[in-house]
């Protein structure tokens, strides 16, 4: 069974510019995540999604930050004008109602704002 | 504040010793898990330790949620074990959404 992927693995922008991170979940996962894991800190919960509903997305800084889920499979994660504080990994998990307690995570997008 | 406290940021051992992690939690919680984290990898989930005290092989669990805290021990440390363990809690919510802590690097030396 192939695991949580995503894509770019790592990515590098000027200040202003835009930037797209898709996530692929595990096949049947219903809930999917978007975390931010700045440098040498803990993830934290953007955006949380069950099937193509956004059902958190309350730490999600919504002037610059979109998450869609269309078909409640993929997900995209897209930073407008990034700014040189949203340098981090964006890692993004999965998991199956009845089974919330176990996400799967994926390996991670490195972002370097400059 | 911080919900979710770790300590030691860091740790260096040698081969063989023994390691204890440690995680308070400012909140009432609804159960933990412990993640393991290599540079640059996955999240992988050690332990879903609601309460008590769980094993698997070289590794140690125990939470006690009523005084909010859980450690992780590690025996016999190998240098494999380097990387970031993270602790987490689950809200009391219900909501399945994981509050983390900033990690202990673990660096174990040959």
């Known amino acids: 069974e192939a695991g949580v992927t995503q894509s770019p693995r790592y990515a590098v922008l000027q200040e202003g510019q835009a930037v797209s991170f898709w996530c692929d979940p595990i096949?049947?996962?219903?809930?999917l995540y978007w975390y931010q894991q700045p440098r040498d800190q803990g993830p934290q919960l953007l955006v949380y999604?069950?099937?193509?509903?956004?059902?958190?997305n309350s730490q999600l800084p919504s002037d610059r930050f979109s998450a869609v889920r269309p078909k409640g499979t993929n997900s995209t994660l897209k930073i407008q004008s990034a700014k040189q504080g949203d340098t981090a990994t964006y890692l993004c998990?999965?998991?199956?109602?009845?089974?919330?307690?176990?996400?799967?995570f994926g390996p991670g997008t490195r972002l370097l704002v400059l | 504040g911080q919900q979710v406290q770790q300590s030691p940021t860091s740790l260096v051992l040698q081969e063989g010793e023994n390691a204890e992690l440690q995680c308070n939690f400012s909140?009432?919680?609804?159960?933990m898990q412990w993640f393991y984290q290599r540079p640059g990898g996955s999240l992988i989930s050690v332990f879903y330790?609601?309460?008590g005290t769980k094993q698997s092989g070289r590794l140690t669990s125990t939470t006690v949620i009523k005084e909010r805290r859980s450690s992780l021990h590690i025996s016999s440390s190998q240098i494999t074990d380097s990387g970031t363990y993270l602790c987490?809690?689950?809200?009391?919510?219900?909501?399945?959404?994981?509050?983390f802590g900033s990690g202990t690097q673990l660096t174990v030396m040959p």
């Open positions: 998990a999965s998991s199956f109602e009845g089974q919330q307690d176990t996400q799967y």
């Open positions: 096949s049947g996962h219903d809930t």
């Open positions: 999604f069950r099937d193509e509903a956004v059902i958190d």
């Open positions: 909140t009432s919680l609804n159960s």
């Open positions: 330790n609601p309460s």
């Open positions: 987490a809690m689950d809200l009391s919510s219900g909501s399945w959404q994981l509050i």
